[in-house]
DNA sequence: ATCCTAGTGGCAGAGACTGCCATTGTCAAC
DNA sequence: GTTGACAATGGCAGTCTCTGCCACTAGGAT
């Protein structure tokens, strides 16, 4: 098999995963994430409610997707800066720069009214969380090797930033904010205050 | 009508509800969360099925009555410490105190054990935490009426104990700590570590 | 004895999700 | 171009969660 066919399937299988991810949101934004059916969903991405099963485990998966696709990216963001710089300079950094890619994406705003406005969309979206805290948690503990209390450390180091990025959208959104990188320093200015 | 019935009534549907939810736990326990069916919980706790959803919204919502039940008590420890103590000690001492609490209830093992082998029950039991993100802010608000930026100052303020409280009573469940004041104490040391 | 009301149970039905099997398409080797 | 494997899809039946509705019962108030 050549890595051309491989990789066409690959894209015309996130082609489907897009199609189907981009009509739920449209549709929950026109009536409400409670009101509307997986086979709504399914029918308007021209797929079977079967299929759209093979591709997000749940209707509340749709919700999480938004952030966990940057999950790596985190991580990554994470692992990238200099040994020597501070916890929180890497909190600081990372949540700066993954908060700048969400905010661009086009659908970001869609996702986050939806999440406002539906508590049930809104949980969903949560339910992602501990596989994310898990996937920072390990980024960070990489970082602390010879430290005493490893794991606390690191899960206290994965949970911060995540709430910070989750505190810093919601507000960039509900202020209409023009640069989330604003609103992410003000964050951890505030974040900084704490022990002084 | 009386006093006193009315105070029975509330008494007679606490003692359903308790048991209701002790039967559930139990079975989860011993079966796993994702087995055990609403019937299996209803017909053990002696109610009809319907009647469980008079008495809790989901399954899913029984894993975060634990935390629930103290949302109340997080709430006045933290509009009870004095007004000029800094926001770090404010939760420092309202996570210990509530983190004792926690810990003192003969269940929270067990509903720590569900959460961590289901993640289905994991995500339910953070199903609760925008409500309760809430609750804390709003307690945090009264202390900030003249700041800038005060809902964002709230909303991270009401995130952080939080977080240190799960990371907290995960750890203490873990490593079979026999003191959690000991292990919410470090997660505010280290906390604090985090601009030196 | 008789209302009145809150709590309950049963029933029907919608919606979420899964396992299973048949069908279709797609690529590769022939 | 035909064929043969293999992945993706669709349809179907069935379980489980959760809700609205109505009938029933028990306990207190009159």
Redesign the interface.
């Known amino acids: 098999m050549t890595d051309s066919s491989g990789k066409l399937q690959a894209r015309k299988q996130q082609l489907v995963r897009d199609a189907i991810w981009d009509a739920a949101i449209d549709l929950f934004v026109a009536n409400g994430f409670d009101s509307v059916t997986v086979d709504d969903i399914a029918q308007s991405a021209g797929v079977s409610p079967r299929t759209f099963f093979r591709y997000f485990s749940s209707k509340g998966d749709l919700m999480g997707q938004g952030i966990v696709t940057y999950r790596e990216q985190l991580a990554e963001a994470i692992r990238a800066r200099p040994r020597r710089e ?3 300079e890497v909190m600081r950094h990372s949540v700066l720069q993954i908060a700048e890619m969400v905010a661009g994406h086009p659908r970001t705003r869609s996702v986050i009214a939806v999440a406002t406005k539906s ?1 049930g969309a ?2 969903a979206q ?2 992602h ?2 596989q994310l805290e898990e996937f920072v948690a390990r980024a960070f503990a990489q970082r602390l090797r010879n430290s005493r ?1 490893n ?3 690191a ?2 180091l994965a ?2 930033p995540l ?2 990025l ?2 810093a959208i ?2 960039w959104y509900e202020h209409g904010e023009e640069d989330i990188r604003k ?1 992410a320093e ?2 951890f200015s ?3 205050e ?3």
Do not use: K
Request: proline content about 6%.
């Open positions: 501070s916890h929180f508590p809104r949980e949560l339910a969380r501990p209390q794991d606390l450390r899960r206290l949970g911060l709430t910070a989750d505190v919601r507000y609103t003000n964050v505030m974040l900084g704490l022990t002084g």
